[in-house]
């Protein structure tokens, strides 16, 4: 953690005790971006508490995975929905977005040669969509699901990405309609052997042509990547909607070797306005910890952005 390092190398309690001292005397420092948390690392905690939780550690957001409320969006009844939104409204918190997608029901995939499964799983987006946009306005639905976008028998890859491209292509107005922008996320090669790179998700986002389909940017994602994350954050800014942040390892920040300093230097260069949400996939340290963890750190190194 970042006070523990700054009281190590400062030559004691002496120092770290004037530290102390001197930020409460100074008033609190504005974060320098929209920072929020995805739902899932709290498990199997109560959704208010979660949020509650999240508002109390220095979260302003909350992003939420669908199968962390149920294994079918369509078992998310109105009452519930309205009650989701309320308690993330009356905890202090906006509303993200969606990410994971398409974890559950089981049998979803959106490149999938079986047309029957291809079409439903599509209207499934369509049903999240709605969900999206019921919990609040704007939003943003990170479209990654490495295993519900991947080759399979009768698909190669470059149908797999027409059927995807396609299929993005075809839920844009209903997004567009409910103010939210669906993001390609890029998934290096071990997650999925479809849109490993920036590069080529920008390629989709520029043949759909449709403001409601953009791109964002994981640090957990760029293992397929030849170039310095702030320079593709530079080069593909005018697509990136979205940010999540994370170790390579799946880690939270602080906890590994990513240097998040070039990026934010970028973000903040470009008057980024969007989230920077906290994604992560090591949960033994506990929730609260790993969120507490990772905005301190964050926050920590704004002064060198």
């Known amino acids: 953690m970042i006070h523990r390092r700054l009281f190590l190398e400062g030559g004691g309690a002496a120092i770290a005790g004037a530290s102390r001292l001197k930020a409460l005397a100074e008033p609190a420092r504005k974060p320098l971006f929209n920072y929020s948390i995805c739902n899932e690392i ?6 208010a ?14 992003e939420i995975s669908p199968f962390t409320l149920a294994d079918n969006i369509d078992d998310i009844k109105p009452a519930r929905r309205k009650e989701l939104r309320d308690i993330i409204h009356s905890e202090g918190l906006r509303f993200v977005g969606l990410h ?10 959106v490149t999938t040669a079986d047309k029957d499964v291809r079409e439903r799983s599509w209207q499934y987006v ?22 519900q976008r991947a080759t399979g028998p009768g698909v190669n890859r470059e149908q797999a990405i027409k059927y995807l491209t396609d299929g993005l292509a075809a839920a844009a107005p209903q997004a ?47 293992g397929d990547e030849k170039e ?20 390579m390892d799946g880690r939270h920040p602080g906890t590994g070797k990513y240097d998040f300093v070039p990026v934010l230097k970028v973000l903040k260069e470009k008057k980024y306005t969007g989230w920077v949400s906290l994604e992560v996939f090591d949960f ?7 969120a507490r963890e990772a905005i301190e750190y964050i926050r920590g190194i704004e002064p060198r952005v």
């Open 284 to 290: 033994k340290l506990g929730a609260e910890r790993i």
């Open 49 to 62: 508490e979660t949020c509650r939780t999240a508002r109390k550690l220095g979260y302003a957001g909350i």
């Open 176 to 222: 567009a309609a409910r103010k939210i922008t669906i993001c390609l996320e890029a998934l290096d090669h071990g997650q999925t052997d479809v849109v490993n790179t920036l590069a080529e998700s920008v390629a989709i986002v520029k043949q759909v042509r449709h403001p409601a389909i953009q791109t964002m940017f994981d640090c957990h994602n760029v």
């Open 228 to 247: 310095p994350s702030e320079v593709l954050v530079r080069r593909y800014y005018p697509m990136i909607r979205h940010v999540h942040i994370n170790e």
């Open 100 to 109: 994971w997608l398409l974890v559950t029901p089981k049998w979803l995939h």
């Open 126 to 147: 369509g049903k999240l969509i709605e969900f999206c946009g019921e919990l609040g306005q704007p939003a943003v639905m990170v479209f990654g699901s490495p295993k």
């Open 42 to 47: 709290f498990e199997k905690w109560d959704f």
